[in-house]
Antibody, heavy 116, light 112 residues
Framework: QVQLKESGPGLVQPSETLSLTCTVS????????VSWVRQPSGKGPEWMGR???????AYNSALKSRLSISRDTSKNQVFLKMNSLQTDDTGTYYC??????????WGQGVMVTVSS | DVVLTQTPPTLSATIGQSVSISCRSS???????????LHWLLQRPGQSPQLLIY???RLESGVPNRFSGSGSGTDFTLKISGVEAEDLGVYYC?????????FGGGTKLELK
């Protein structure tokens, strides 16, 4: 069945770089696009960026200067790197599969806290 | 960016009651290809969001048919016909017609 699982550090120092990995199973990264979505505690979700099925990328303009998304299809993994983290980057980070211009499967999420 | 405004922000209901949630868009969500990419998600407490309805009114596989969606253009509604305890949580509308895809602010459904 379709599964996505995020992994990465739970605590990041201010100004440091966040690195997250999304490992997928049950579908191919060359057939479906995968997005990263984050959610501050008690707030709504925010789309961060996308790895298209064809290898192209798209980014939220508000984060574009700090964000990079890549993939390794042989390992079924999508990667997120975001630099210059600040406290308002604290929240839960999800990877999601896309279908019909929406998010049909979500990972369990990884809680990231930006704090010294 | 497209702004989706959900009302009400909080909804109190009893088990068995029917309720509706509104989602209004700052722009028409009718795509040039004829599809309207407005969808509904439910986030239960402590869980990831899950897809309930896609393309305005199509029920995702496994979702009970007490959920229904309707609307067009800029005005959309999610209806739950007979709330059950497992329906509690936060509902989000999300649009995929205009880049970047955006989410509504959420409607929290709680027990009265």
């Amino acid at each position: 069945q379709v599964q996505l699982k995020e992994s990465g550090p739970g605590l990041v120092q201010p100004s440091e770089t966040l690195s997250l990995t999304c490992t997928v199973s049950g579908f191919s990264l060359t057939s479906y696009s995968v997005s990263w979505v984050r959610q501050p505690s008690g707030k709504g979700p925010e789309w961060m960026g996308r790895m298209w099925y064809d290898g192209d990328t798209a980014y939220n303009s508000a984060l574009k200067s700090r964000l990079s998304i890549s993939r390794d299809t042989s390992k079924n993994q999508v990667f997120l790197k975001m630099n210059s983290l600040q406290t308002d980057d604290t929240g839960t980070y999800y990877c999601t599969r896309e279908r019909r211009a929406t998010y049909d499967y979500w990972g369990q999420g990884v809680m990231v806290t930006v704090s010294s | 960016d497209v702004v989706l405004t959900q009302t009400p922000p909080t909804l109190s209901a009893t088990i068995g009651q029917s309720v509706s949630i509104s989602c209004r868009s700052s722009q028409s969500l009718l795509h040039s290809n004829g599809n309207t990419y407005l969808h509904w998600l439910l986030q239960r407490p402590g869980q990831s969001p899950q897809l309930l309805i896609y393309l305005v009114s199509r029920l995702e596989s496994g979702v009970p048919n007490r959920f229904s969606g309707s609307g067009s253009g800029t005005d959309f509604t999610l209806k739950i016909s007979g709330v059950e305890a497992e329906d509690l949580g936060v509902y989000y509308c999300v649009q995929g017609t205009h880049a970047p895809w955006t989410f509504g602010g959420g409607t929290k459904l709680e027990l009265k």
